[in-house]
Nanobody, 122 residues
Framework: QVQLVESGGGLVQAGGSLRISCAASGLTFSTYAMGWFRQGPGKEREFVCAISWSGGNTNYANSVKGRFTISRDNAKNTVYLQMNSLKPEDTAVYYC???????????????WGQGTQVTVSS
């Protein structure tokens, strides 16, 4: 049974930083690309960033490029999202996902976590 469990969400002021994590189990983590998606209030879920199996390739949405960094530790079966210079518009539920490619399409991902709330106050 595959499980992806996000953690580390919370309330942060605009301009601040936060790191969220996603711990995976029930799959061979090092063979899966990992992605982060988010869904803001009243919005559709959207792509944030993704990382390849080895961590050698990354892909970012333009809205977060230069502010967010995705990384992974295959020994710990964990993927991270370091978020800096946070803005109120980054407020959303953040989901991690595991798939075969580090693309932006949700259909490329096979497994999803339950999400963690990130709220950025102005």
């Amino acid at each position: 049974q595959v499980q992806l469990v996000e953690s580390g969400g919370g309330l942060v002021q605009a301009g601040g930083s936060l790191r969220i994590s996603c711990a995976a189990s029930g799959l061979t983590f090092s063979t899966y690309a990992m992605g982060w998606f988010r869904q803001g209030p009243g919005k559709e879920r959207e792509f944030v960033c993704a990382i390849s199996w080895s961590g050698g390739n990354t892909n970012y949405a333009n809205s977060v490029k230069g502010r967010f960094t995705i990384s992974r530790d295959n020994a710990k079966n964990t993927v991270y999202l370091q978020m800096n210079s946070l803005k109120p518009e980054d407020t959303a539920v953040y989901y991690c996902a595991a798939g075969r490619n580090w693309g932006w399409r949700q259909s490329e991902y096979d497994y999803w976590g339950q999400g963690t709330q990130v709220t950025v106050s102005s």
